[in-house]
């Protein structure tokens, strides 16, 4: 666009050039007819070297504009969108986020349409579009690959080991199989088997005790919740173990399996960056676990949509469970504690402790697990809301 104005104004300047050299020579020309009549029928007049001049450079702007024109032109041929592009955004909205990156969408969508879909860079492409506020990603008409052996039936245990040949592992990875990824990351059953079962620190709320503080607090039983930043979604496993509760996980692959892994233990996996809308409806969620990946990294504005968010979702007298957020101990009581104040939320559990490892000691930072309420609906607003419907 800025190039289209500049190209035009020179244009505009180009031809007034133009004209006013022509009424120059037009001048010129007639003002020698008159006063040498006789001698101008039989030779040429001379034109004046500073004309001459500006004609020059008036052809050498010509040839100038035609090839930024002409390279112009190759440029914007060169960055079209890919086809499948064009048409999908005729039929649905892409999110605006993905127009600030142009280079990784068409990438994305440049495929062969009613053919298998690109292996291994498009996967990545997709989740790095994701990272980036791209989402939802727009939907493309090809055949995605799968794993060489899909499960034919649920597991009986969410905790039994998790079968490599149910994942369709990249090409590219180092790490081709479950045995050689880091138990810290949540793939090892033995190991997330006994997490949220027992306290190692008042940090810990193990789910026998957050189901009966949820309890003493008034709140219904928890049926339905969303555990963000869930990992493998060993939350949503214990908990339908113990109560028989449907969990959603949000969760992202980030150069592991999470999603899959999750999915072959008989869990729903949500493919969702923090800083999108939760796909659940207003009210309808008995709890809300924020993880490890919610803190203090998130900028504030976006940590503060997120709890809005996870306020959204919670029915009345619900439970926001913040689990394990870190940040600088000075920021908790000026920055991040005020935040919490604003939603009147009820304070069932709010412990503080240092985080001891190498980046919480040079920084100063702390952990905060709380568990959070929100409010009920007073007897007099109840009571007011039955009246005027009834009205």
Known sequence: MAMAVGMGLNLLLLLAMVATNILSLYHLSS??????????????????????????????????????RSSSSSSAAAAAPPPELLIYARIAPIASACSDHPDLLHRYMNYTPFAACPGDDARALAEALILRGCHPLPRRRCFSPTAPKPLTSLPSDPFAPLPDAAVLWPSSAPCRSFSCLSASLGFDPKVESTRFLSARSVLDLPLTQLLNLARSAGAAPIRLGLDVGGGTGTLAAQLRRLANATL?????????????????????????PLQQRFPVQDGVLDLVRTGHAVNRWIPVPALEFLLYDADRVLRAGGLLWVDHFFCRAGDLEAVYAPIIARFGYRRIKWAVANKTDGGGLKNGEVYLTALLQKPLPSPISSAAGVKSSSN
């Open 248 to 272: 959603l996980t949000i969760t992202l692959d980030l150069g592991a399996p999470y999603s899959e892994a999750a999915a072959i233990r008989g869990l729903v996996p949500l493919h969702a």
């Open 31 to 68: 003002t020698r007819s008159v006063a040498t009549a006789a001698t101008s029928s039989s030779a040429p007049a001379d034109v004046p070297d500073h004309l001459l001049r500006q004609l020059h450079t008036i052809r050498a702007t010509i040839s100038h504009l035609s090839r930024l």
